[in-house]
């Protein structure tokens, strides 16, 4: 992982809408790392990015698009700039809202919360892979299909 990406793992899509479908454009994927036994829950625009139970994906959690690590403007500018986006399929960008701990122990899992403009994501595990993250903290999900 670069100093620009803070999370990065492979997950497999468990199960979509897990709840039931409630929106025509949004699936809500329940998936689970490969390497770091992290649980997600996550909202994607299925008209954009087409999920399906078992698709392996990469997912990274990033501060900034900037090659370089540089802090982001806030404003897009589009032209021949390379970044982190050009290494995806499916990016976002959002807040993250909420931090928490859930058990006591070896069974300590913290959980963080974004909201990707009204879409969410849950990212839960080991408390050492979310030590780095900060509440209202401005984040890119970015996502690829193996």
């Known amino acids: 992982m670069s100093n620009t990406v803070l999370f990065e793992d492979i997950f497999v899509v468990d199960k979509i809408d897990p709840d039931g479908k ?9 998936a689970r790392s490969q390497n770091c036994d992290m649980y997600m829950l996550l909202d994607v625009n299925t008209e954009v990015y087409r999920m399906r139970v078992g698709d392996k994906f990469t997912m990274a959690l ?3 698009l900037n090659l370089d690590g540089t802090p982001d403007t806030g404003y ?4 021949g700039r390379k970044s ?3 290494k995806y399929e499916y990016v976002m960008h959002g807040k993250l809202y909420k931090i928490s701990d859930e058990g006591s122990g070896k069974h300590l899992k913290a959980e963080i919360y974004v909201s990707y403009g009204g879409l969410l994501m849950m990212l839960k595990g080991d408390p050492s892979y979310i030590s780095q993250f900060e509440l209202d903290q401005r984040l890119f999900l970015l996502m690829r299909k193996l």
């Open 22 to 30: 409630k929106f025509d454009k949004v699936s809500r994927i329940e």
């Open 62 to 64: 990033a501060h900034t």
């Open 76 to 79: 897009y500018t589009p032209g």
């Open 84 to 86: 982190l986006a050009d």
